[in-house]
Structures are given as C-alpha cells and as structure tokens.
C-alpha cells in the first residue's frame, strides 16, 4: 500500500496579518497533483487541519473542497483533529464520512477504534488518536497514575489490540521526545508535553502532526511529515514537502519525500536601504516573496515600510540591525524560557514593570489562571 502523510496544513492562517488562504488553496491543488503522480492509495492528515478551533466559512470550504476532490479518487482519506482544531467540529459527520472511505477521528472517548484495510500482502490496522492531554484521559484510568504525557500514551495505546503479524498503523499528535521545533509551534513550558518514543515500539508507522519541519524520531517510521507551507520566518530554511510512504510485507516500509514549491516562499533579506531599493539588486530576486527584511542603516529611514512596499509588496516584517538596536535589546534564549515556569516569568515581568514583586493574592492568582490555560501540565 501506498500513502501520503500530511499535517498541519493549517488552513485559515495569518501570518504578519497575511492571509494565507490563497496560497493553502493552491498547495493542496499541488499535493492532488501528487496524489495522482505518485498513484497513492490512501491520504493520512495528522491533525492540525485550521488554525482556529472555530475556523471562518472560507476556511472550511477550502478543506471541504480538498477532501472532495481526493474522494473522487476513490482513496482512503484519514483525518484526525490537532491541538488547533476543534475535536467536535472535526468528528462532525465522521459516520456518515466513513460510508465514503473519509475516516474523521472521533472524540477521544477511552477507546480507539481501527480501521482495517488490505492489499496484496495482507491487513493493515489503521488507528487514530486525536490530540488529548493527560486532564483529557484520567477519568478512563482510574487505577493508573496519569502524571505526564508519556504515562496518558501508554496508558491510551495499551487499550489497543495490536496484531503483531499485520502491519499496524498509528495516527497521532503529539510532540515527541527529540523532535526539532521552530517559533510558528506552540511550546508547552519545561518541555511538559514530551512523549517518549518506546511507546509507539509495536506500530509499524508512526504518523505524526504538530511539528512544523520534517524530521523523524528514533527510527524512520516515526515520523512528521511537517508543514506543507512556511509559516513564518523560523521556517526559511525548511525545505517543504509531502511524506509518501510504501509499506510492502511486514517489516519492509520505504520512504521518500516529494517537494512542495510554493506559490510565494519566504524570504529575508538585510542591507542598507539604498542598497535593497537599487534595480540591479530586487531584479535579481522574487520581489512577490514574503519578505523580511533588515534594514542596517544607523538612522532609520522615514516611512521606510511604505517606500519598501512599494518595490516588495508582500513585505511581512521590518528590523533594524545597527548599533543602536544592538545596544538597546537584549533577547533572553528560548531554550532559557521554555524550561521555567510560567508563574515565575510572569513574576519577573510584573515586577520589571511595577517595580516591586507580587503579592501573595496576586501570586495565587496567577497560578490558578495558569493552571486553566495549561491543566495539568505544569
């Protein structure tokens, strides 16, 4: 069998206060080219379909198109919901959908339920786990110590019958223990929302949504397939593309990757104004790319993004690099924040500002506020 593994297309997203609607319509009418290129049996999209939990109409019809169009292909299409997504909103219909071959992952429930398919060398036992937090599961372990994120997955995975001489498929979104991350994901403080690798030792394929650049965990078939869109300036160097996967007898998988050029890439660019304003330079450039530019002068430039537009018209982001912007901030390592607690950041941000520390009540405060954006994983 023959597969595409998608995720994160993020459907409905702005980036810079850009729309990105156009360009998602026109790479998934890329990936349909694929599709049929590659002669694919099956489309798997791990989670992380819209950007919003409640997606607006264009959005919507962006993704029910898409879906349309590979279901007049007469291929499996299978689809859970991520952190992004409403998981309500996406199992909407999914009875109905099955009938169609378009699997929705329903609401997490205590039970994953498989869907079983076959080709020339057998049975293959597709399951799906939406996007869940250890809050989300403890009511279904009662008996079992649910603390971190790695105990919800053994604990969700050991409900499921595995059939060790078929081939077995897992869908799921989560972060995963190693993975590289990039600024346009959300980071959970400490590194909270790891799950270790082993969990998944019994599946044949591992197909993850969530992190944004291609890359796999332990072995091959743990894998993210990333975005198939840059989706901010962390992003520039990703070479985007679609996972296509063939899994022949148990035990023998191959994979390759299909790029994906998009319609605008993303593009930094830094150097004077005078210089990054002259013809011989922005003709040897794609000046429709989404641009950042980094201006170098020591003086700023008067109405500098509205004369830059005029030249790059999809200019996104503006710096200055020079002594003074050196000299004025200093950017404290994202590796230094995301490993401390929220409560005492934002103790050390309200006293930078107030110049005197938090009171107990406010501290309280803040810990509760936190422990209902967060549940349970601080």
């Known amino acids: 069998m023959r597969f595409i593994h998608l995720s994160d297309l993020h459907i409905g997203k702005r980036v810079n206060e850009f ?42 019809q962006v993704f029910d198109k898409f879906l349309y169009n590979i279901s007049k292909r007469d291929i499996k299409v299978f689809v859970i919901s991520g952190n992004h997504d409403s998981a309500e909103r996406i199992a909407f219909g999914s009875n109905i959908m099955d009938k169609s071959g378009v699997y929705m992952s329903p609401v997490y429930d205590g039970n994953i339920k498989s869907v079983k398919l076959q080709d020339k060398y057998g049975n293959i036992n597709v399951f799906m786990i939406p996007f869940i937090k250890p809050a989300h599961v403890r009511r279904y372990f009662e008996n079992k110590n649910i603390e971190t994120y790695t105990d919800m997955m053994r604990a969700v995975i050991g409900t499921i019958d595995t059939y060790f001489k078929e081939r077995n498929i897992i869908i799921t979104h989560q972060f995963v223990t190693g993975a590289t991350r990039c600024e346009s994901e959300e980071i959970s403080v400490g590194g909270s929302d790891n799950i270790d690798a082993d969990v998944f030792e019994n599946f044949d394929y591992v197909a993850l949504g969530h992190i944004h650049g291609p890359q796999y965990i332990s072995r091959e078939t743990i894998r993210y397939c990333g975005t198939p869109l840059k989706y901010s300036f962390s992003e520039i160097r990703h070479n985007k593309s679609v996972t296509v996967v063939d899994m022949n007898e148990k035990g023998n998988i191959s994979i390759k990757k299909v790029p994906l050029t998009p319609k605008r890439d993303m593009r930094e660019i830094r150097g004077n104004f005078e210089d990054i304003t002259r013809k011989e330079y922005y003709e040897k450039i794609n000046r429709n790319d989404y641009m950042h530019i980094i201006l170098t002068d020591e003086n700023d430039v008067n109405d500098a993004i509205g004369k830059l537009r005029v030249i790059y018209p999809n200019i996104m982001k503006l710096d200055y690099d020079n002594k003074r912007t050196r000299s004025e901030f200093t950017l404290e390592a994202l590796e ?41 994983i601080l």
Request: charged share 35%; hydrophobic share 35%.
């Open 19 to 60: 729309s990105m609607l156009e360009e998602q319509e026109y790479i998934l009418g890329k990936i349909l080219n694929i599709i049929d290129d590659e002669n694919v049996d099956c489309v798997i999209i791990a989670g992380d379909v819209y950007d919003k939990s409640v997606p607006s109409a264009e959005a919507v």
């Open 336 to 376: 230094d924040v995301k490993d401390r607690n929220p409560v005492d950041l934002f103790s050390e941000f309200y006293e930078s500002q107030n110049g005197q520390t938090m009171s107990d009540e406010q501290r309280e405060f803040i810990l509760k506020l936190t422990e209902e954006i967060w549940g349970d």
